[in-house]
């Protein structure tokens, strides 16, 4: 059988990914400059495009983790391509996502890609391949808040400012969530291959309803506020701030109005 690997075309960036790249960095560039007075807006295209940018980024990372791991049939199914379209659930990967930053705020992890197991030996390598999405998250999350923790903030318009620590905190409550160790989502796929099998059996009937467990403890205030105050500690400690987020959050909902910043950005 011929691999994955020898085929250039499975590795071929899609235009789909190409595109949403194009939408993130001009919304980028508007959100930097101000242009045409339309900040608001630019502000969502740049949050909503760097977020399925960076979840094709977190698919991928699966499938090539997979694809180093000895599973070749990722290659053909276009995983490696970087198309969102691919996904074994476009929906719970890209769109629900989405939904979840408009209606809340935050980077609920989504779908994945279809990993063929039994073509995988050796249990760390199934462990890499489940934690590697949401490390890459937690990467885009230190990328994303470089500017802040290098002081490097000081002459970048404030509408930018908040947009790029809005975006940052999606990162980082995506690791977060996804490394919940919850049947269905990745933490629990790391340590799956080191528990019993008996224990495995047990759990394996929660998976498709993983991501709405997590969902619905969120809606538990005191774990709301527990979830909440952790994710303002880890952003704290990447230098950025809580009103930076609730600034970018409101430019972010451009329909309700752009906010009336009363305060001097922080420096």
Known sequence: MTSASTHPEHHRISPVFLGLVVLMLASGWAVWSGWADITGLAVFLFVVSGWIVSLCLHEYAHAHTALRG???SVGAKGYLTLNPLKYT???LSIVLPVIFVIMGGIGLPGGAVYI???RIRGRWKHSLISAAGPLTNALLAALLTAPFW???MADVPYAFRYALAFL???QVTAAILNFIPVPG????GVIEPWISPNLRRQAE???PFGLLIVFGCLWI???NGVFWDGIGEVMGWLGVSDLDVSYGYEFFRFWQGEPQITVTPPL
């Open 168 to 170: 940052a905190m999606l």
């Open 70 to 72: 000895g599973d070749t």
């Open 221 to 223: 205030p005191a774990v």
């Open 185 to 188: 989502l990745d933490g629990y």
């Open 150 to 152: 290098l002081d490097a």
């Open 89 to 91: 659930h476009a929906l």
């Open 116 to 118: 063929e197991r039994g």
């Open 205 to 207: 009937p929660f998976a």
